[in-house]
């Protein structure tokens, strides 16, 4: 079955402890991007990749960091994190970069900054 | 800058009823339009497109079209039903800014039976 997997799925967690959040497509799709959605703000793009070794910064990426090393991997990594970073989170890929292509999200992952 | 402005919810209509949800843009350039839904615990997922002006995108029974003039994208269906019950999200993608996308706040929908 064609899908976007994170992990995890819920996480509750402190101030300063670094984190991690997988994400893992089986689609063979070059675009991968991560969002965090907030009430009242909708979908907000944090980073994005065009393919492997190619990422690049969205609406909001401070605080995050990303990397792709292989093609169906894009972790989001919070090296600090805060408070204001409580949000849930969608990764998401499609076949490219063109503006045509549908977005396939994930089931979310919500995180909790204590 | 480039935008996507969707009417506020919540919005409750009765099972049966006529559904419109108003979505406009601001985009330079010819962007793609979309709408997505949002189940209760789910990830967004596809419910129409158009990549161009006067397309018109359809799926279950909902539809929306392109209307360049008005720079709008509205979402309608004839009947709704309970099942309809989730949030939706216009969205416009733009080529010259490398697939970047755009959403609008979202609309949560309720439908009484």
């Known amino acids: 079955e064609a899908q976007v997997t994170q992990n995890p799925r819920y996480l509750i967690t402190v101030t300063g402890k670094k984190l991690t959040v997988t994400c893992s497509q089986n689609?063979?799709?070059?675009?991968m991007s991560w969002y965090r959605q907030d009430p009242g703000l909708g979908l907000r793009q944090i980073y994005y990749s065009m393919n492997v070794e190619v990422t690049d910064k969205g609406d909001v990426p401070e605080g995050y960091k990303v990397s792709r090393k292989e093609k169906r991997n894009f972790p989001l990594i919070l090296e600090s994190p805060s408070p204001n970073q409580t949000s849930l989170y969608f990764c998401a890929s499609s076949l490219d970069w063109t503006s045509n292509q549908p977005q396939h999200f994930g089931d979310g992952t919500r995180l909790s900054i204590l | 800058g480039d935008s996507v402005t969707q009417m506020e919810g919540p919005v409750t209509l009765s099972e049966e009823a006529f559904l419109t949800i108003n979505c406009t843009y601001t985009?330079?350039?010819?962007?793609?339009l979309f709408w997505y839904v949002q189940y209760p615990g789910e990830g967004l997922q596809l419910l129409l497109k158009a990549t161009k002006a006067d397309d018109k995108g359809s799926n279950k029974g909902f539809e929306a079209t392109y209307r360049k003039e008005t720079t709008s994208f509205h979402l309608e269906k004839g009947s709704v039903q309970v099942s309809d019950s989730a949030v939706y999200f216009c969205a416009l993608s733009l080529y010259s800014s490398a697939s970047k996308i755009i959403f609008g706040s979202g609309t949560r929908l309720s439908i009484r039976p």
């Open positions: 689609m063979n799709h070059e675009y």
């Open positions: 985009a330079t350039g010819y962007p793609s």
